[in-house]
């Protein structure tokens, strides 16, 4: 099966609509005392992981409607784990990225969904309900959307780095990062004019809107990353793990997204100093 | 001069004016490719600080609205200074709290306006234009606006240090804190549930709202704290500095706000073990 453009439309059509369903569960949850229950500590993420009844009811009503209009497709969510699917499509779905900052009525917490064909993203999409921001990124083209105002999105030209804003979720050893790569990171944010943290995959979003210049993060997994790389090469943006290799091509959940392919080379190379 | 609910009625009602004065200078130029210049740098801050067009606009709006309609009244700014009163009452402003935020794209920062009375702030107020989020704190109550919608506010009930949640604007020592802060910061968000970053003033606002249980900071300047103490006490919660006295008794500009005076005695007597 290929891709064409028209599977490509209706697929984006389908997902801007579960989106809106989720948005439901989601956004009716958000400061709003929320039910916070621990995950089971694994050696990789050792600190407290909350998961919302949001997220799982976000998740449960995305996979409801997949189910119901592609059959065949495949589905890997967060909290439902792998269904499989039959033939080459598969949706990645993370109903609330961010829990963290979800549970501390943060509003960088984002739905994230993304359409994979042969395990190669095709399509993303983040949704922060509560700002009403969305961005959709299809066919080597990324949107914005907030509120009635759509634009095309298009990363900064950022090339030198000492004029770089950064961006990480959590730059602490204990919680993402490792020694190693937390002190790769640190070596990074030193070289930047400013460093946020905190932000999760709305990070990526700024970049393709051209707020930020580079995210650096590690231990994300499949439904972290699934939807970034459509949304940050559609707005020209480059993004790969921290060897400079497709998404998904380490364990370790490293990912380095940057404006502009001269800023991404000077990035991966202080992080590989 | 003493105080008298009217005057304090007729402040809050000029403090949300001119908070709706500021919001034309500083939302226009968000996401705006709006101009950054550095600040000199400083022994105590040597981290690059933004400034922005968006911040100088604001506070001279709001000086030249003060200036008119109280022209007895002092001014302290960040951007231009003090402006000497002649009486017991002074106007603290931070137009753009949280440049960093802002010049990333994310809609964390705030105006901050404070008015106080021989040196104590009797009325505080929390303004995100983008969010249309505003927190006024004035006689003892504190209110919080988002769109149509007002509530009173009140922060969480938590006691319990191991489920709190936790945020600083930045924890490397670099930044704000000092080697000896930033350890101190460290073993405070070991005992909590969940930490958060980059938030600047806007976490207090949470606080007062029970989204977030403490918020631990230094190197606060008195434009920066001024707003904070009406807003969390008013919400029924605790700020002090990090040896639990009024705000503003130390040089080091430290702040401690937690929502229930137990937390807040837990929380100091980890951050000074």
């Known amino acids: 099966m290929s891709l064409s453009a028209q599977q490509i439309e209706e697929f984006g059509e389908f997902a801007?609509?579960?989106?809106?369903?989720?948005?439901?569960?989601?956004?009716?949850?958000?400061?709003?005392?929320?039910?916070?229950?621990?995950?089971?500590?694994?050696?990789?993420?050792?600190?407290?992981?909350?998961?919302?009844?949001?997220?799982?009811?976000?998740?449960?009503?995305?996979?409801?409607?997949?189910?119901?209009?592609?059959?065949?497709?495949?589905?890997?969510?967060?909290?439902?784990g792998e269904t499989k699917g039959n033939g080459p499509w598969c949706w990645v779905l993370d109903p609330v990225d961010g829990t963290r900052g979800f549970v501390c009525g943060v509003a960088s917490w984002t739905t994230l969904i993304a359409l994979e064909h042969e395990n190669i993203p095709v399509l993303g999409l983040i949704d922060q309900p509560y700002l009403d921001e969305r961005w959709i990124g299809t066919k080597g083209q990324s949107k914005f959307r907030h509120g009635a105002v759509t634009v095309k999105c298009q990363t900064s030209g950022v090339t030198d780095i000492s004029t770089a804003r950064v961006a990480t979720?959590?730059?602490?050893?204990?919680?993402?990062?490792?020694?190693?790569?937390?002190?790769a990171f640190a070596r990074l944010a030193n070289e930047c004019r400013v460093v946020r943290f905190s932000m999760d995959a709305y990070a990526y979003g700024l970049l393709a809107?051209?707020?930020?210049?580079?995210?650096?993060?590690?231990?994300?997994?499949?439904?972290?990353?699934?939807?970034?790389?459509?949304?940050?090469?559609?707005?020209?943006?480059?993004?790969?793990?921290?060897?400079?290799?497709?998404?998904?091509?380490?364990?370790?959940?490293?990912?380095?997204?940057?404006?502009?392919p001269a800023l991404h080379e000077t990035a991966l190379s202080i992080l590989n100093q």
Chains 1, 2 share one sequence.
């Open 16 to 80: 801007l609509r579960i989106s809106d369903a989720a948005r439901v569960e989601t956004l009716g949850r958000f400061r709003n005392g929320v039910a916070v229950s621990g995950k089971p500590v694994t050696s990789s993420n050792s600190e407290f992981d909350p998961v919302t009844e949001a997220d799982r009811e976000a998740e449960r009503v995305i996979r409801e409607r997949i189910g119901r209009t592609y059959p065949n497709h495949g589905v890997i969510g967060e909290e439902f």
């Open 169 to 183: 979720t959590d730059p602490r050893p204990e919680s993402y990062f490792g020694e190693a790569s937390a002190h």
């Open 209 to 260: 809107l051209g707020e930020i210049d580079i995210v650096a993060e590690a231990g994300l997994k499949h439904h972290d990353y699934a939807a970034l790389a459509p949304i940050v090469e559609g707005a020209g943006g480059v993004i790969t793990n921290w060897r400079g290799e497709r998404l998904g091509s380490d364990d370790r959940g490293e990912a380095l997204a940057a404006a502009t």
